[in-house]
């Protein structure tokens, strides 16, 4: 049995994104083993430890009435959002406990199809609304509500209706294959708030670490980098398998010089920043789930595997095509394109917990024989550290 709370549970998560495309919150899905009692206590007192103030706000989503029971028992104002399904709350004791959450301050979040609504004796207990909207027939006037949460938002003119016109809090999850529909016919390009954020880091003479950070932090801008300086047009003598030999060997000036050759057809696309940064944190769940520790050169190797794990979405070609062209390590290409070496099953769990069904993460660690309770704790440091300082 594990030591701790954290090895008796599985998570999954999605993020909130709010009219900016930033997270206003991350959805946190949990669920228990029937078999193993799991303490709400001692939940919130290990979430209380990983997660960080400056972070956004965490919403769990229970997938266990028990705990979800226990939650509403020792949850307060200062505990995280918790998400109470609509059809549970035709149990007595869940309203019960519902109304005594809300006395203590626990905010918590209604969840239910489009056209439910909690009834009058529940209703001021919710903080907010989170609103299904998955495809059916379409209502006479926008059903959207300014302020509340949206999910199973499946198209882009659909994300832009809640956030930009409707003014809804956040969307739950992002129509990632919609927007990316929109690019068939033409490349995705860096975006621009990346490109002039480094060009300014190098003005102002920012260190090769905060460099290769802020460029790692752009799969595309990235991606293009490392072809760069393994082109035959550029004539350098070795081939450069990592972004950080990559500005050792180009230089400051140089990549000035090619970054402001970037910027006139960078993308302004806000909608894109959500697809981005799901690469982007993919890529650092890895990182922390295959720990280094003070090995630099390993650790970017793994921080790269988990960033071309998903540059084919953003390329729009297949991954093969793509990776082709880089002098990538052994390592990462054993476990990019034939599923297999010491990468490959941590790149299963890392995407994995994408994902609200919690249970196959947990099929996945018991599998490669690899401690939930580790994975668990690098997702949770992984959300709160990365979102807590963006690039």
């Known amino acids: 049995m594990a ?12 993020f909130l994104w709010n009219g900016l495309r930033q997270p206003a919150a991350v959805q946190l899905f949990v669920d228990a ?4 009692p799991v303490d709400a206590r001692h939940l919130l007192a290990a979430l209380t430890e990983l997660w960080v103030d400056q972070a956004p706000t965490l919403l769990l989503s229970i997938q266990s009435a028990p705990l979800l029971l226990d939650l509403l028992d020792h949850g307060d104002a200062n505990a995280p959002w918790v998400q109470v399904p609509h059809a549970w709350l035709s149990d007595l004791a869940l309203r019960r406990r519902v109304q005594q959450a809300r006395l203590r301050g626990l905010k918590m979040v209604w969840r239910g199809e489009l056209g439910e609504q909690p009834d009058s004796e529940l209703a001021s207990c919710f ?61 995705i390009q860096p975006a621009q708030h990346a490109i002039t954020r480094l060009i300014q880091a190098i003005d102002a003479d920012a ?62 696309d806000l909608n894109l920043q959500p697809v981005r940064m799901a690469v982007v944190t993919r890529a650092h769940v890895l990182e922390r789930l295959l720990d280094a520790g003070e090995e630099d050169d390993l650790r970017r190797e793994v921080y790269l595997c988990g960033l ?17 062209p880089l002098p990538l390590p052994e390592r990462i290409q ?17 995407a994995a917990l994408e994902s609200p069904r919690t249970r196959a993460t947990h099929a996945l660690c018991n599998s490669h024989q690899i401690s939930m309770e580790d994975v668990n704790r690098a997702l949770l440091r992984t959300l709160a550290n990365t979102l807590a300082h963006p690039a």
């Open 207 to 268: 260190s090769l670490e905060v460099i290769e950070h802020t460029l790692s932090e752009e799969p595309v801008l990235a991606y293009r980098f490392l072809r760069h300086v393994n082109s035959a047009g550029l004539g350098l003598r070795s081939e450069i398998d990592s972004i950080w030999r990559g500005l050792m060997v180009l230089g400051f000036s140089a990549l000035k010089v090619w970054l402001l050759a970037q910027l006139p057809n960078a993308s302004k």
């Open 308 to 324: 071309l794990s998903q540059i084919a979405l953003l390329l729009a070609e297949p991954l093969a095509t793509a990776l082709q």
């Open 3 to 14: 030591a701790t709370i954290l090895g008796n549970i599985s998570l999954g998560y999605q």
């Open 33 to 36: 083993d029937a078999e193993i």
């Open 127 to 187: 903080h907010k609304r989170m609103i299904n909207l998955a495809e059916g027939q379409a209502p006479l006037r926008s059903p959207v509500e300014a302020g509340q949460i949206y999910e199973a938002v499946s198209s882009r003119a659909l994300a832009e209706h809640c956030l930009d016109q409707q003014d809804a809090w956040a969307l739950a999850g992002w129509p990632t294959q919609d927007v990316l529909r929109g690019y068939q016919h033409d490349l």
């Open 334 to 350: 054993a476990g990019l394109l034939h599923q297999a070496g010491p990468y490959s099953p941590y790149l299963d769990i890392a």
